[in-house]
């Protein structure tokens, strides 16, 4: 069995934004970690360990989902001690319809679950930057990176299916029409 996570992919101005700001936090301060380990920005569904990646791809290559608009009010900070940075995003009507729809077609190919929307804990988000963040290093961030911290959107475009035994790998995508 391996760790696969279901995330909704997006491009565009605030794609690029993400990247441009991992740039900084690296150049600036030394935070890469979520650069270097994970694959593109991303919102994960779902996250858990399965030996069926194949059935849940063809199950969810079924689904039929146009690209949507999804806002984010802004940054959070989960304060743990080791803090997470992230992008927030609206838990839309039409956000969750998705992933109880995402939910309903792959959940049963899951074992040990570690993320989940039906969890009342999961907060739709896509981290800027973890584990090698420490508090002392978010007055610098925010100075250099302002253009991330504001009200937001993208364009949710695929579906992501992402191995993270290592390193994030994205070993499938399906476009949203």
Request: proline share 3%; charged share 25%.
């Amino acid at each position: 069995m391996k760790n696969y996570a279901i995330a909704l992919g997006f491009k565009g101005k605030l794609y690029n934004n993400i990247i441009r700001a991992w740039k900084i936090f690296e150049k600036s301060v030394g935070i890469k970690y979520i650069s270097t380990f994970h694959t593109q920005p991303h919102i994960v569904i779902i996250a858990g360990k399965t030996k069926n990646i194949e059935k849940i791809y063809k199950n969810l290559k079924k689904i039929k989902i146009n690209k949507f608009k999804l806002k984010s009010p802004g940054l959070g900070v989960f304060a743990n001690k080791e803090p997470n940075l992230y992008i927030r995003w609206e838990q839309s009507s039409k956000l969750i319809k998705i992933c109880n729809l995402i939910n309903k077609k792959s959940i049963n190919y899951f074992h040990n679950i570690y993320q989940n929307p039906k969890n009342s804990f999961w907060v739709p988000k896509t981290t800027l930057a973890y584990k090698d963040l420490n508090y002392a290093d978010l007055k610098s961030i925010f100075s250099k990176a302002k253009f991330i911290f504001k009200k937001n959107h993208a364009i949710i475009d695929s579906i992501y299916l992402i191995n993270f035994d290592s390193r994030e790998i994205l070993t499938h995508k399906i476009k949203l029409k």
